[in-house]
T-cell receptor, first 116, second 113 residues
Framework: DAGITQSPRHKVTETGTPVTLRCHQT?????MYWYRQDPGHGLRLIHY???????DKGEVSDGYSVSRSKTEDFLLTLESATSSQTSVYFC???????????????FGAGSRLTVL | KQEVTQIPAALSVPEGENLVLNCSFT??????LQWFRQDPGKGLTSLLL?????REQTSGRLNASLDKSSGRSTLYIAASQPGDSATYLC????????????FGTGTRLKVLA
């Protein structure tokens, strides 16, 4: 997956417990993203990062926090998991290409989270 | 707010047929558009990127076009094969430069042998 590793790949947890998903890249890219994918909703952006310690919210950020203390790692935390957060979570990196610096997204394999 | 729509949601065609997948977006002020393929239970694979200054991109049997003024992109697949069966998603990024891609819900394609 182009130097992107997500962990864990599968997790089952109970409502109210904290959960942290990790995204690790080996390509030193500036931009990293967390999306969730749900039937009928497609992919929705949770948070993204444009550098170490630089993060911003996406369209569905409530209930999630992120941290990026080094370039290669982007962590997504659910402080107190709820059943509505059952989903498949995808990490992506953005690499620039072309003279215009267009940002190409490359995705990890996904992390399937089930909150009971 | 930018909205991205892909119609139809599902499509079934016989092998060998040429087909077109559609992607519509409500705000024409986009920076670029990317097409992805997703196989069941897998992540997304980038197929084509069309930058704002371009009108089309080609890769093998795939050709994607972009008409920003009408808010449309099409993905043309020539001589479809059963291996093309997957979900195809388009995503647009705004001109704001934050690279926050917004995705459509995808078209699920099945190519019958």
């Amino acid at each position: 997956d182009a130097g992107i590793t997500q962990s864990p790949r599968h997790k089952v947890t109970e409502t109210g417990t904290p959960v942290t998903l990790r995204c690790h890249q080996t390509e030193n890219h500036r931009y990293m993203y967390w999306y969730r994918q749900d039937p009928g909703h497609g992919l929705r952006l949770i948070h993204y990062s444009y550098g170490v310690k630089d993060t911003d919210k996406g369209e569905v950020s409530d209930g999630y926090s992120v941290s990026r203390s080094k370039t290669e790692d982007f962590l997504l935390t659910l402080e107190s998991a709820t059943s509505s957060q059952t989903s498949v979570y995808f990490c992506a990196i953005g690499s620039t290409t072309g003279a215009s610096g267009a940002n190409v997204l490359t995705f990890g394999a996904g992390s399937r989270l089930t909150v009971l | 707010k930018q909205e991205v729509t892909q119609i139809p949601a599902a499509l079934s065609v016989p092998e060998g047929e040429n087909l077109v997948l559609n992607c519509s977006f409500t705000d024409s002020a986009i920076y670029n558009l990317q097409w992805f393929r997703q196989d069941p239970g897998k992540g997304l694979t980038s197929l084509l990127l069309i930058q704002s200054s371009q009108r089309e991109q080609t890769s093998g049997r795939l050709n994607a076009s972009l008409d920003k003024s009408s808010g449309r992109s099409t993905l043309y697949i020539a001589a479809s094969q059963p291996g093309d069966s997957a979900t195809y998603l388009c995503a647009v990024s705004p001109t704001s430069g934050t690279y926050k891609y917004i995705f459509g819900t995808g078209t699920r394609l099945k190519v019958l042998a």
